[in-house]
T-cell receptor, first 114, second 114 residues
Framework: QKEVEQNSGPLSVPEGAIASLNCTYS??????FFWYRQYSGKSPELIMS????GDKEDGRFTAQLNKASQYVSLLIRDSQPSDSATYLC??????????????FGTGTQLKVEL | EPEVTQTPSHQVTQMGQEVILRCVPI?????FYWYRQILGQKVEFLVS????????KSEIFDDQFSVERPDGSNFTLKIRSTKLEDSAMYFC????????????FGNGTRLTVT
């Protein structure tokens, strides 16, 4: 059973601070890693994808991947109240013969406080 | 920006009735998926579809579920005889590659079974 684990939170950070969200996964064969943001009652919105070890930056967001430790994280710099949402970690274990499903964690609720 | 379109946004049905949830994936995407999210729970994979056939399905996707791509644009999920526990948000997603590049979710259909 392939699992993705996240701390459910809530994680509270003050406005302007760095929010650090973490995720671990059980399957060493996992090859694609994603962070989605989900506002209450809305669909997941893709923020970042990362495929190789190291850091990937996009604006205020940095994704970090460590395949040896089976660990992926998301840093949000200069956190804004509008960043308050649930952040979903998702992984894909590539297989042949068609689309590859996303396996999601339960999500971490982030609250950015004024 | 291209988007995945789902209709209806909300469907209420009685237990035992058939429902069809509709999706229009992004036009140049080749891989299509259905996911569901029961209120307060994580996003769960139902089925993936590529080259006009199912490529993978989960244990949730039993004989009551079916998918179809009746024409070049629509992708549908049918539930033949709904149960109370089918009440959930159903998300359609599509991606350009099996790796999930540029994967996008639709806004979802909230299914309520009474």
């Amino acid at each position: 059973q392939k699992e993705v684990e996240q701390n459910s939170g809530p994680l509270s950070v003050p406005e302007g601070a760095i929010a650090s969200l973490n995720c671990t996964y059980s399957d060493r064969g996992s090859q694609s890693f994603f962070w989605y943001r989900q506002y209450s009652g809305k669909s997941p919105e893709l923020i970042m994808s990362i495929y190789s070890n190291g850091d990937k930056e996009d604006g205020r967001f940095t994704a970090q991947l460590n395949k040896a430790s089976q660990y992926v994280s998301l840093l949000i710099r200069d956190s804004q109240p509008s960043d308050s949402a649930t952040y979903l970690c998702a992984v894909i274990f590539l297989r042949t013969g068609g689309g590859n499903k996303l396996t999601f964690g339960t999500g971490t609720q982030l609250k950015v406080e004024l | 920006e291209p988007e995945v379109t789902q209709t209806p946004s909300h469907q209420v049905t009685q237990m035992g009735q058939e429902v069809i949830l509709r999706c229009v994936p992004i036009s140049n995407h080749l891989y299509f998926y259905w996911y569901r999210q029961i209120l307060g729970q994580k996003v769960e994979f139902l089925v993936s579809f590529y080259n006009n056939e199912i490529s993978e399905k989960s244990e949730i996707f039993d004989d009551q579920f079916s998918v179809e791509r009746p024409d070049g644009s629509n992708f549908t999920l049918k539930i033949r005889s709904t149960k109370l526990e089918d009440s959930a948000m159903y998300f359609c997603a599509s991606s350009e590659t099996p790796r999930g590049d540029r994967g996008h979710f639709g806004n979802g259909t909230r299914l309520t079974v009474t």
